[in-house]
């Protein structure tokens, strides 16, 4: 068993090394080699002394083989050694190469064939899977009314829609109509909505509103209209990925997010974009917007679903990250948002970029929002092997006075003043670790596990067509060049980097910059939840006049452990039960004096 294992490990790293080796061949013997790989020849005379049979024939790709192997900083070997590697892969590697691909990348987006090498998030040794969690107590709001203003219903909370609905001082079905016609009228302009699902919607209003009528009610997410990131999987509709290379795409897949939500009573309303394949703000139909400042463009893949949550086009949305995409549009467009332990929501029926990277979470008005949301969506995912049903006290019954809170160099200081005079102890920090390649590693192995996604997407040449060049096609191009190796090195010091930050985590959470890229590279690869809390605003540079509304939104980041989501989410409550930033709304109407917008609105 050893052997075969180590076998099939080399035979995928000289799989690699071999492609490579193809590429620069072609590329040196048309226009020859102008950087720092110089490939040097070999005469027959240095493959007689090799011992090679046919010294001529088998030399000749010789200086292929010394430039690849440089590139893969695999000089040390022998030319002799290089020559056996690449009759190796010739014969034995490129075979399995194409049988695998056959067997498991004959599709594109990891919808299929997960890994069967698992990440779990959980730093104790034994899981309390088996323990079932408490019910939480959601606070009631007292007195509430049906606001009178279309306007001011779209940015209320989910308890505040909810109480409405209960009360029967609206309907699911007014309620749909309402973000329906704020989709179509702001979507275009915001480039944020890419399918709107008006049809379901309103099947799906009709049932809650029926079901409140027989005295059934499904929790807090009843009624509730919400939009999904396009890479998750809704029948009938298509799921586009962001991308030209997929904007038709049909797929016959209930994702399991899609199906916790349904079976909450909540009530789809639209697909919001993705980035590209889920890289960045640009995909197949233009560049999503920010709504504070509507010439800014949003950042990050969950572009659709912060920048409709943000403008009230949605009460909530779902979004995902990797690397940054909850946190970064979270934080441009000034949303409460929830990173949440890796594992935590499953993940079939979505497009993956990287298996042991990929997370879900909600965007909301509120952090409340957001533990109703994660409430209702975490689960153990039978199809998904990373998922898992991780315990989720009740983040309303935490006290914090017992809480020891860190803050970083670059926290934001009202968040630690506040928390201070809520009770919290609140002490200088700093995450130690001595592991130095924290962006290598992320970058390593997401490239590495969305290539592995996208093969054939790119054997077919399919990322001559995508739409922002310098992204995923030089990324996914330069990860062929990886070996199994270093990838496989790289999760061991990944391995390294969780111990050290275990360790260290001497904290019960800590108050951090939410978009610091190292701290992004970090959470991810370590699994821990983060809330994205909006904190102030400041003025915008260049502004169009000095009466102008827009803002730059200012936002920080609450980090807890593995598995502590709710200690993160009860500290973003204190905070924001005695401030007011996340309650304020974006000037898409009315952008000042001397402002105005600067494409016309647009009906769908």
Known sequence: MASEKGLLTRSVGWLLLLHILVLVFNYVSSSGYPGDFTCSSSTDMEGEKLGLENPLEEAKHLPVCECGFKMLDSSFLSKKKMLEIQKGANDFNRPIIRSNRKLVATTDGGLHNPSCLVFNSAWKVQQIENEP???????????????????????????ELGQLLKENLITSVELTGIFLKRLKRY???????????????YEQAKEADQLLAEGKYLGPLHGIPYGLKDIIAVPNYTTTWGSTSFKDQVLDIEAWVYKRLKSAGAVLVAKLVTG??????IWFGG???????????????????????SAGLVPFAIGSETAGSITFPASRCGVTALRPTFGAVGRTGIMSIAESLDKLGPFCRNSVDCAIVLDAIRAKDPDDVSSRDIPFTDPFSVDITKLTVGYLEDADMEVVHVLQSKGANMVPFNLSYTVDSVQGILNFTMDVEMLAHFDKWQRSNLDDEFEDQDKWPIRLRRARAI???????????????IQQVRESFKVDAFIGNATDWEKVCLGNLVGIPVVVVPTGFKKISDAPSNDT??????????????????????????YQSVTDHHKQRPPINDLGPNDSIPDSPKSL
Request: a neutral charge; proline letters at 6%.
């Open 187 to 201: 979507g275009p302009v915001l480039e944020s909505v890419n399918v709107i699902t008006e049809e379901l919607a």
């Open 549 to 574: 509304r827009r803002r730059r939104t200012v936002t920080t980041g609450i980090y807890a452990p593995p598995d502590h989501d709710h200690v993160a989410l009860a500290l973003a409550m204190a």
């Open 276 to 281: 590209s394949l889920a890289y960045a703000d």
């Open 287 to 309: 560049r999503t917007r920010n709504p504070w400042n509507i010439e800014e463009y949003s950042t990050g893949s969950s572009a659709g679903s912060a920048s409709c949550t």
């Open 483 to 497: 070996s199994a190796v270093d990838y496989f090195q790289a999760q061991r010091a990944r391995g390294m980097l």
């Open 133 to 159: 969690n408490k019910k939480i107590n959601y606070p009631s709001p007292v007195g509430i009314q049906r606001p009178k203003s279309d306007e001011d219903i779209a940015f209320q909370s989910i308890l």
